[in-house]
Each structure stands twice: as C-alpha cells, then as structure tokens.
C-alpha cells in the first residue's frame, strides 16, 4: 500500500507543479486616501472613483514570460461611453483615470525587463518603453493571506511627483508576493521579486488580487512593428516632439 501511495505521489507532483506554469490573475484597484493624498484634493476624483469601481487588470503568465492589461469588457466599454459623453473634447477622455494607476498601457515582463506600451500621447507615437525590473526591494518578516496563499511583504523606497503641490515626494510602497507561484510577475510593473505579487499598496492606490486560476493561456506576442526606447530615449523623444510643436 506504501508502495502504491508513493507511486500515486510521483505520478500527481508533476501534473500539480506543471498545472501551475501558467495561468491568470484578476486584479481590482481600489482608491485610497491618507495624509499624504487627501481625496478631496484629487483631480477628475470622480472619474477616477468610477474607473476603479468599474474596471479590472488581468495578468496572464507562463513560466517565461507574464502580460498584464486592462480588461477590456462591457464595463469598460460602458466607461469609456461614459468618459466619452461626459468630456467630448477630450479624445483619450480615460487618460486621466488609467494614469491615475500609472497604466499607459499593456506590460509584458520577460527577462527581468518590463516592455510597457505607451499609446500615442501628445508628442511621442504608439511605442513600448523598456526597463529593468526593480531590484532594491527589502523583504521584510511581516505576512498575509491572500485567496489562501501566504504573501510576504517587501517594501521599496521611491517617490512620485505629485502633480497638484509641484513637487516630488518621497514614499514607501509595498507588495505582497506568494513563493507558492514562484515567478518574480505582478500587476503593472511591479516585480522583480521571488513570486508572483498579489497586493500592491502604493500612496494613490492598491491593486489587489481577486481571483488565482492555473490553466493553460496564451500571452500575446511583443509587438516588433514599432519603436522601442529605454526611459532616456523616451523622454528625448518627448521633448524633440515639444520643441518641433512649438517651432
């Protein structure tokens, strides 16, 4: 029976680590408020509100590659109707709440590289920017349950230029990754840690896991038909375009 036992064992291991090779993670996003952002001074707050109480990101994964996007469904397209009616001046009216979550756009992370897509802003055409993956995270002793997986947390001093005082302000933000998924993914941009993140808190925002699903998934290919800059050279192209614009 032992025997018997151990060979069911061997023979299931495989088939449950394998399953675990890809699969999708759903996120929300939910608006915070604290000292440091007070709500009642946020611009566009209730576009913004409506954004994350309408909207979901997913992540889809494989052991080698992880693409995150927005979810494109009814509510989103229920939103983007709305933005459009409520602002009809403004083309990309849900510029404002998707950037609020600093999403520009689809990430793929690959290679300890993040590859986001910028759709075409202002004075840079559709292009994706390439990064590394942060690496000076501190782990830290403390730890969460999320969807049944325990997460620990690490933190990661940065800081954001908020757009309301003028002004960069120096911030801790923290996430929470699962080694029970150990792919170093997360929502957005936010990796480059010994799991998958299923929690962010950053000072605007959190994006918060609601759904684990192994299964088999296709990611969608990086496109090759257009230009890809580091962060310097999107910022150079940025500029070139300003200064064109204005002569």
Known sequence: MLYRNLLLILFILPLLLSSQE???VIYSVVVKENDTIPKSD???QSSVQLFADTVNFKLLYTSEIAYFEVIQDKNYENVIQFFQEKHPRIKY???Q???YFYYVGPTWQLANFNYRYHTKRMFVDD???KKEMETKWTITNEEMEILGYTCKKAELKTSFFDADRLMHQD???SAWFTEDIPYSY???YINGLPGIVLKYENVYYDYIASSVEFKEISVPILPKTISIFTPEEYREQWENGKDNFKN
Request: net charge negative.
């Open 186 to 188: 997360g929502p957005n």
């Open 127 to 129: 292009c994706i920017v």
């Open 97 to 99: 709440p998707e950037s």
């Open 22 to 24: 890809s699969g999708e």
């Open 93 to 95: 009216a849900t510029y």
């Open 42 to 44: 946020l611009k566009w």
């Open 171 to 173: 911030v801790v933000v």
